[in-house]
């Protein structure tokens, strides 16, 4: 039986559990976002006995800027202070990946002082053209080349939480009628354009997909349109794919307060597809973490808030789960 302590190969790398730190957003970064010594900090006070630990995401174009905050990626300049983060954590044995994110009609324009875009027009957001769209795809894979240069072991593309490959996936925001909007082909479009571009320039260090399976509402995503877009990116040379809330974001009031409450979307994900697939959603206990791994619903779980919280939770779930 495959238990939470145990190794997994994930492309070139073994990880020694199963045990991930998904990406969480501080607000440590500096305006321009450059790495700072508290953010480091921050990582390396949690990252000790995790199998991956997933840095927040990072801007790849100012247009897409969450928070004053936020880390970036949209620059060469921001190499070398994301070669201190990748290095420090590495030192201390945890493989780490860089999350890339684009906000699209989410990003803030009094931050970033520039007119959000999206899938679909709204009076905030102005509707990506097909030219625009291409541009957009050259950032993500520049960050990510920009990501790998700095040392990380892989990327994460951010497609979840109503972002903007979200938004482009989900139909409750993408009304286009050109080839990226409509059937699920069309909006699966632009998402799987940038996982390929990204796949070219990172070659074969990691790369994983933050899949935004479920919107949890009637005229959002469904989950074996999901299954499909996860075969998608399996085939689109993806090694691990990362199962989140879709337009409802990663902590739907609704769902607080249960265990593990992405977890079921991630165990149908990982019926479709070979590929690993984490789990994640309020998860606390290292006994129910183990039992959904020793229960094969998925084979890794990502705790966030309870990492925030405890920075010792992965090195106490260790020492409590050994035999
Ligand atoms: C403060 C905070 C910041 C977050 N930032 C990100 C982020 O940058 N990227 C992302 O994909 N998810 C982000 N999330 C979602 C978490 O990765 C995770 O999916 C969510 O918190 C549910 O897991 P948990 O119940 O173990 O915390 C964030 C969550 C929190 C609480």
């Not at 609704?254 to 165990?267: D, H, N, P, T």
Request: net charge positive.
């Amino acid at each position: 039986m495959v238990r939470l302590l145990d190794s997994l190969k994930v492309g070139d790398i073994t990880l020694k559990n199963r045990i991930v730190m998904p990406p969480m957003y501080t607000g440590f970064a500096t305006k321009k976002g450059e790495v700072t010594e508290k953010l480091v900090d921050h990582y390396i006070d949690r990252c000790k006995n995790l199998g991956l630990l997933i840095i927040e995401h990072s801007y790849v174009a100012i247009e897409g800027k969450l928070s004053e905050r936020q880390l970036g990626a949209y620059n060469e300049s921001l190499i070398s202070g994301l070669k201190k983060l990748s290095r420090r954590i590495q030192n201390m044995g945890t493989p780490v990946i860089l999350q890339i994110s684009h906000a699209g009609n989410r990003a803030m324009s009094d931050v970033t002082g520039i007119k959000k875009v999206s899938s679909s027009p709204n009076n905030q957001s102005h509707e990506l053209e097909s030219d625009e769209i291409k541009v957009i795809i050259q950032r993500f894979a520049k960050a990510a080349e920009w990501g790998i240069k700095a040392g990380f072991n892989g990327i994460e593309i951010h497609g979840a939480h109503g972002f903007l490959l979200n938004q482009f996936y989900s139909p409750i925001t993408n009304k286009r009628s050109d080839q990226y909007g409509g059937c699920l082909e069309n909006r699966l479009r632009f998402p799987l354009e940038v996982v390929r571009e990204v796949k070219k320039k990172i070659r074969n260090k990691l790369l994983l997909y933050r899949l935004g399976s479920d919107d949890l509402d009637p005229r959002g995503t469904k989950i074996w349109e999901s299954q499909i877009f996860a075969i998608k990116l399996e085939n689109a040379g993806v090694n691990l794919i990362d199962v989140s809330g879709g337009i409802c974001g990663s902590r739907p009031d609704i769902l607080q307060g249960i265990q593990g409450y992405f977890v079921s979307q991630a165990q149908q994900i990982r019926k479709a597809v070979n590929v690993p697939i984490i789990g994640v959603g309020g998860i606390k206990e290292p006994e129910f973490a183990n039992r959904l791994i020793e229960e094969e619903k998925v084979d890794l779980i990502a705790v966030g808030r309870q990492l925030f919280k405890d920075p010792d939770w992965a090195t106490k779930t260790v020492e409590r789960l050994k035999i």
